[in-house]
């Protein structure tokens, strides 16, 4: 497949001006990325196009496009910066960016795109930045722009989606070029097996998140007798389940999961293909996995190094991944939901994990009429993530523009998508904060 043929039409000509601009430049690069997974991806697919063109770069990844990133950056004075994954929802904070600037984002765009800005956005190229393409597929597409031989980099893109939770239901649009692309150079395989990993059965289902097995994963035990319940050998090999033993074991992940209140998505996610990665040994969600550990655990140069083809970066995001498996288990078992008339919120002392809590907990057994709301302290403020479901988001639910708007009332600043958005608020305004957020999803969703 002839990749600028399968580039939506609007896509490619938006990344036209950015790619001439990176031709063209002959200082080093100022990237800034994301530090989640997509945004660590996009920053990898970027810095090894610029790698390959000959071009010098400069990359941090960040937390948020926080007014210190803009103040650092007009110190610094560089030639031309670079964000990726951030930027679109910021337009009046890059408006005070002394430097011109390239944004090659997904999310929501928010305000008007000042003069010393070129903006690749997923949204105003007419594909849909929540489900058809991450940060790292639109990075991918400048990637391509610039050469066709970039075409390599799209395992890389693949795990930026996933770990925007857009593989989800099955790659769609732009996602979905790009995997039939990677299938077409053999990058990309599927295959059908359940997603449970690990040396022996009841080790994959005690370590297991996705699923999340209440009173199951994270208890060694539980794991074991619950698999002797079903006459599994819990010391068998996990991924040599096969015929009768899958389709029983198959059976009683999708009764647990229905008892636990877990989501139809969530249950449909046990017969999902796995796409294997055979250049990389790994599937895309475990490559997705290694890469949002290394940037949770605060250690996004092993997550780049990694993505570059490092082995001892891939080592060391093993263990930030184990490390950060473990601490999941024990967060998503101790933690105290509580409930308003439209909202259902938690705190936690782990800034970094507060979003993936949120919503591996709506996915597999809260209330799922109910967006979940995570708040941590971190450098003196309030940090915020939100999820919401599917049939919410149907139902009128937009969280970028509740978060956006209750942290605007207490002195905060938010934003993000419809189904997953985030804010900072002063530390004392944790009551405000919540009472405004409960009011404005009861009011989108007529409560
Ligand atoms: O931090 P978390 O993963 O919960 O963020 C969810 C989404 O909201 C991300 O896409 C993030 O970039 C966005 N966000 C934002 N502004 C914030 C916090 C998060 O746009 N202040």
């Not at 593989?167 to 990309?188: F, Q, V």
Request: charge should be negative.
């Amino acid at each position: 497949m002839n990749p600028a043929a399968a580039m939506p039409q609007p896509l490619a000509e938006a990344a036209q001006p950015l790619a001439d601009r990176l031709r063209e430049i002959e200082q080093p690069v100022r990237i800034i990325g994301h530090y989640d997974c997509d945004g660590l991806t996009s920053s990898a697919i970027l810095v090894q196009t610029l790698l390959r063109l000959g071009k010098r770069f400069h990359l941090s990844n960040v937390l948020s496009l926080a007014p210190g990133v803009i103040e650092r950056l007009n110190r610094e004075a560089p030639a031309l910066v670079l964000f990726t994954d951030l930027g679109s929802g910021y337009m009046d904070l890059l408006a005070q960016l002394e430097a011109p600037a390239l944004v090659v984002d997904h999310h929501l765009p928010q305000g008007e795109v000042p003069g010393n800005v070129l903006e690749l956005n997923a949204h105003k190229a007419g594909v849909d930045g929540n489900r058809e393409a991450s940060a790292a597929s639109v990075a991918f597409a400048l990637a391509l722009t610039l050469d066709e031989a970039n075409r390599d980099l799209a395992p890389i893109a693949l795990a930026g989606a996933c770990g925007d939770r857009q593989m989800t239901g099955g790659w769609k649009g732009w996602n979905l070029e790009i995997a039939n692309m990677a299938t077409e150079d053999n990058y990309l395989k599927e295959k059908q097996q359940l997603p449970l990993h690990g040396a022996s059965l009841a080790e994959a289902l005690a370590g297991s998140l996705e699923p999340y097995l209440v009173g199951v994963s994270g208890q060694p035990t539980a794991a074991e007798e619950a698999l002797r319940e079903i006459g599994l050998d819990p010391t068998a090999a996990s991924d040599g389940l096969a015929g009768e033993e899958a389709a029983r074991l198959a059976d009683w992940l999708v009764l647990k999961l229905l008892e636990q209140g877990a989501g139809s998505e969530q249950c449909e996610q046990l017969f999902a293909p796995s796409y294997q990665l055979p250049g990389w040994g790994c599937t895309v969600s475990e490559l997705a996995s290694l890469v949002d550990a290394s940037g949770r655990q605060d250690d996004t140069s092993t997550g780049i190094a990694l993505l570059l083809g490092s082995t001892a970066a891939r080592s060391r995001a093993g263990a930030h991944e184990l490390a950060q498996r473990k601490q999941l288990l024990a967060l998503l078992s101790a933690a105290k939901f509580e409930r308003r008339n439209a909202i259902q919120h938690f705190s936690t002392s782990e800034p970094a994990l507060k979003g993936t809590i949120c919503g591996l907990a709506l996915g597999y057994f809260l209330d799922r009429s109910l967006p979940t709301i995570g708040l941590s302290p971190r450098d003196g403020e309030l940090i915020v993530s939100s999820r919401a479901t599917p049939e919410l988001i149907e139902r009128g639910l937009n969280l970028a523009e509740v978060m956006s708007q209750s942290a605007g009332k207490c002195g905060g600043i938010g934003g993000g998508h419809a189904i997953a958005a985030g804010a900072t608020v002063p530390l004392d305004a944790e009551e405000q904060f919540l009472a405004a957020a409960d009011e404005q999803v009861a009011a989108q969703l007529g409560l």
